[in-house]
């Protein structure tokens, strides 16, 4: 996945958001120069300002991205109807997509503080959004009777706390499989919804 | 409790470790410098080496104490013996212990990366020492009977996630009290570990 001769060596712009990623993560947004993320890319500078107007804009486009890539992929789910299956869909979803990119979702937690009042308020509206799909089907998972949830904001959350957490600790070939954990954080959320 | 006219002037060890806590929790380690917490802590460059060796040796330092006080809390906390009872007042003790360091806690899961390996693993076995407080409850829980887990390591790792997460959120003044987000998250962890 992070295998560097797949991106053609002339596409600076994937080159910037790829190296800007891991550089941000290694060191921190503010500890980064954007002559730093140039070194790292093989390009002068100057170059990098074809791209993006300042280490702002890139921070906010790296978060931006994968904010909008988890809205579309999260659609693209196509979640059942039924509120335990569209349950179990989204912890099985949320999983798969957040274990496959540690270093997005932990720049993502990190460095909200360095983002400007205006990009952090763009952001938190697609968390939110996110957060809604959530929301939703444990809302109608009450509604219907089969869920039984004091807070749906606030059950929303610790799931997506829960799950995230994965990202933490969970590392490939080390001892259980993604597939095994997700089995046990399923068994896990369907109880703390359901009495 | 951040009032900062309970620290004496003269307890510059003290205004060290609070000005450090505060500009790396907003900036980041990397970005700081001595000099900056220096200036901010009103004396010379030179009188923070009187108290420390270097700023490796002072984000260490915040991240162990921070360590060595959550350990020593839950300690006093004097736990019952109950499986239930015990994970009833983990979970309240941890809620409130963490709520009230949101700081602490945030630079101690962001700057892990910033520890030297020696200091990595010195607080890799804190954290596991406090993880192996909940894990032995769970453990308990399931030998007695009382607690249905597939598997207490990940069981232990999401509670704690969850738990931790209402410190991202968690304003007081802003809706729900602490008490009552105690409460909900209560009766979840319960149901997260019982059929």
Known sequence: MDD????????????????ALELFARHGYAAVSM???????GVQVG???NHISDKQALLYRLMAEHMVELLQAVAA????????AALEGFTRFHIRHHAARPEAVFISYMELRNLSPENFALL???????????????ERGQAEGVMQIADARIATRAVIAMLTGITTWFRDGGGQSLAEVEE??????RRLVTR
Do not use: F
């Open 4 to 19: 560097e001769s797949q991106i053609p060596p002339g596409d600076t712009a994937l080159r910037l958001r790829k190296t």
């Open 35 to 41: 002559r730093q993320i140039a070194g790292e890319v």
């Open 47 to 49: 170059a990098l300002y």
């Open 77 to 84: 789910a196509d979640l059942p109807k039924e509120p335990l």
């Open 124 to 138: 938190e509206e697609q968390r939110q959004a996110y957060e809604a799909r959530l929301r939703q089907i444990l």
């Open 184 to 189: 046990i954080y399923w068994e896990m959320v």
